[in-house]
């Protein structure tokens, strides 16, 4: 009976509107005579999030009944932005909401900027995690993403007398996105010890026992598909006390403090999440949330497995997990542990399930990147664990003995415990050795780590454990979302929206590359996006930029890798150049405004300096009268998904001039060029791909290569190293203190004087500024510039993030889709 009653899925704006007057007079309990942008905002969200769920139940029953191979993805950071327009966009009905919102007297825009950022990352690894959760659901795979709700996300920048402040991001004040599910909830053990013993029958048992619990609550997020009516979950876990509310006995007795103590330290679990500066290294917190969100992960998977009452065997056959770097590697220990102590298992058993069941995503060849352990820490917080993860390394480096006979050497560089004062766990070597694929995410990337830092590892396994996939970005929202007059004009030209779902389309354009007629209209729209950045930069700081002019871009993490350093500098340069310049000379300069964006992590005092240079030698350049428009420098505080999404389809060039090597892939390469930028950069991570993809007479390579790092570095001498000339005299303008005290910048040179240079800023320096005098001239020629940025468009179907999940469902996963009809 019930049946008839089940909600239906609205489609009409007469409905939708329908929907948005019954949630603000009932869900927010407001009038419609006082519905303001926020109001309408929720309750459009709301009839959204309603119609989503009703797809999201349809789907996980779909699944269920299927019982198919479901993958989940284990990542600590979700970087997913906005949810509403992406909602409106993926389940097709952008247009009636507007109309229905312009019917009750709202702007569409207007309503998408009320909503908050879903911070919950840092860059690029969780802005990958929350392309590839698109990707799966629309291309109906069955999959969830595990993470944390984090209570703050990522910081908010702010930008004070040129220095990076932080503000914490509390973003969950009114988020209907998701659903709390306060029946799903795990109890989480830590410290303690652990007893062992024989039972009856002679076999060894270990018990975990004492110790704190901590409760996990399971918050559902629904994550639609485009064009389809599958809509997957992602789960976040927010922690808070076993105990209950607080202690009443504490309370009673006057001990108000300590009374809530418990719950606000069972809170702390899943408060903030750590921004990756590494000086997380250590800290027990960092720990407890990685085991927190991992063991109550698993325990929803293992329960939703035994409930098909499969034997264990066929777990591998049913479930795959991805790693997604090596912040869940305890996810491989708390499965071992779950079937050999819980569930009664041999270790053999258990072993060959656990290491058929992951799947580990390397995204660093950076050391101080990789994560380690101390093991007293390990042993304190986590002590059952701690033995099991020896016995691991013990059958392994028994298994590396049989191998490589006599070899000490070897054994000691792959021991999961490193031998040092404290001992450490190596995390990644953990998840190589408990993982049957791990995958790199560029070419590039998965050649070094196969020859540097798990060169041995390849050797033990053989090369067929090693593989690649290279990145991708979903088009759904770096195109079709973020530059909405560019999907319009591709669909125009392509036969509808089919390219978002089959990104190779876009091929067709390149017949259209020297089309007068669509050059033209792919000019303006370039120009009106420009245009909107122009009004976004006058709004936010107050500088007028030329829409005309070259818009030149970085943003992403400031790090002295990715060397912004190395493009304020170029920038600087390009101010002396102008200054010296006749009145003729500066007539024929391409007028160029320099876009920067990012945060640096709060402890990491370089990246911080770096922000503070450049903002200090924007107030100097925009003032300049001698400059003019020739060149205005701009930092955009609080860089994030949603300013990305403006940003991005506004430049003319962007920069990814990462020291070769060191980019694992980089992702906001591919989304600039989908867009109709072009790229100055390295010869690094998915740079390469691209230039390969869209050929190299439509990208401006420079620098030194990947195999000639190491070399160049062993010849800087500390302290004698010759630097570039117009090097020096960018320096020398610096310290004249042109741009404030040079004694704010005195460590950033001096680390590339004085202390070798370790990110190859003066090797690379010339060759940047004569391959951005190539950008000067080539941007000249107009005509040419777009039938390039055509051309790459045309050509940059391989970055889908579809493709990437279609590459990891056949190579990693071994899981199928589970098409269905559209209903509705
Ligand atoms: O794979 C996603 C993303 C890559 O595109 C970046 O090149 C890479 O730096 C990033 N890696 C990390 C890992 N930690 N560190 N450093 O964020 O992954």
Known sequence: ????????????????????????????????????????????????????????????????????????????????????????LNVGLKNVAKEGLSELGFRIEDIINQEHDAALGNGGLGRLAACFLDSMASLNFPAWGYG?????????????DGYQVEVPDYWLDFNPWEFPRHDIVVDVQFYGGVRKYQDDDGKNVAVWEGGEIVRAVAYDVPIPGFNTPTTNNMRLWSSKAASGEFDFQKFNSGDYESSVADQQRAETISAVLYPNDNLDRGKELRLKQQYFWVAASLYDIVRRFKKSKRAWSEFPDQIAIQLNDTHPTLAIVELQRILIDMEGLDWDEAWAIVTNTFGYTNHTVLPEALEKWSVPLFQNLLPRHLQIIYDINMFFLQSVERKFPGDRDMLARVSIIEESQPKMVRMAFLAIVGSHKVNGVAELHSDLIRTTIFKDFVKIFGPDKFTNVTNGITPRRWLHQANPRLSELIASKTGGLGFLKDLN?????????????????????????????????????????????????QVKRIHEYKRQQLNIFGVIHRYLTIKAMTAEERKKLAPRVSIFGGKAAPGYWMAKTIIHLINNVGAVVNKDPDVGDLLKVIFLEDYNVSKAEIITPASDISEHISTAGTEASGTSNMKFVLNGGLIIGTCDGANIEITREIGENNIFLFGNLAEDVEDLRHTHNYGSHTLDPDLVKVFDLIKSDAFGDAGAFGALTGSIEDHGDYYLVSDDFH???????????????????????????????FF?????????????????????????
């Open 1 to 88: 009976a019930w049946k008839k009653f089940q909600a239906k899925p609205w489609v009409s704006k007469d409905d939708f509107e329908k929907e948005v007057v019954r949630h603000v007079e009932t869900t927010l309990a407001r009038s419609m005579f006082n519905c303001d942008e926020t109001a309408a905002y929720a309750a459009a969200s709301l009839a959204f999030r309603d119609r989503l769920i009703t797809e999201w139940n349809r789907t996980q029953q779909r699944q269920t009944f299927a019982d198919t191979k479901r993958v989940y993805y284990l990542s600590l950071e979700f970087l997913m932005g906005r949810a509403l327009d992406n909602a409106m």
């Open 148 to 160: 944390l709700r984090y209570k703050y996300g990522i910081f908010k920048q702010e930008i004070v």
């Open 505 to 553: 389309v876009l091929n067709e354009l390149e017949k259209f590359a020297d089309d007068k007629e669509f050059k033209k209209e792919w000019a303006e729209i370039k120009y009106a996006n420009k245009v909107k950045l122009a009004k976004y930069i006058k709004s936010t700081t107050g500088v007028t930029v030329n829409p005309s002019a070259l818009f030149d871009i």
């Open 767 to 797: 060759s940047y500024i004569k391959t951005q005098a190539l950008v000067d001239e080539a941007y000249k020629n107009q005509d040419e510039w777009i039938t390039k940025t055509i051309l790459s468009v045309a050509r940059m179907g």
């Open 800 to 824: 889908s993030s579809d493709r990437c999940i279609n590459e990891y469902a056949e190579m990693i996963w071994n899981v199928e889709p589970l098409p269905v009809e559209k209903e509705s």
